[in-house]
Nanobody, 129 residues
């Protein structure tokens, strides 16, 4: 059974930083691209960033230059370093996995909610003064 468990959310002031972590188990990690998504109250879930097993990354325009995704294939972990946080970044952040057999995928699939196979339960991020 696949499990994705997020951690690292919390309350931070505008301009601050947080690092989210996602621990994956029950899957062959190298066969999956990993993504971070977010969903604010009353809004659709949206793609934030994605990374494939070779380290190719994609970012939504609204986080480029502020967020950095990374993964540790030896530990089955994926991370999202979030800097210069804004109040509009307040959301539940979800980790997700898409089976790619280690192949590259385009940005449409990499940041597309409907393409992902497994999801975590989410971690709340609140950006407020």
């Amino acid at each position: 059974e696949v499990h994705l468990v997020e951690s690292g959310g919390g309350l931070v002031q505008p301009g601050g930083s947080l690092r989210l972590s996602c621990a994956a188990s029950g899957l062959s990690f190298d066969d999956y691209a990993m993504g971070w998504f977010r969903q604010a109250p009353g809004k659709d879930r949206e793609g934030v960033s994605s990374i494939n097993s070779d380290g190719v990354t994609y970012y939504a325009d609204f986080v480029k230059g502020r967020f950095t995704i990374s993964r540790d294939n030896a530990k089955n972990m994926v991370y999202l370093q979030m800097n210069a946080l804004k109040p509009e970044d307040t959301s539940v952040y979800y980790c997700a996995a898409i089976l790619t057999w280690g192949q590259e995928i385009d940005s449409f699939r990499a940041l597309g909610v409907i393409w992902y196979d497994y999801w975590g339960q989410g971690t709340q991020v609140n950006v407020s003064s």
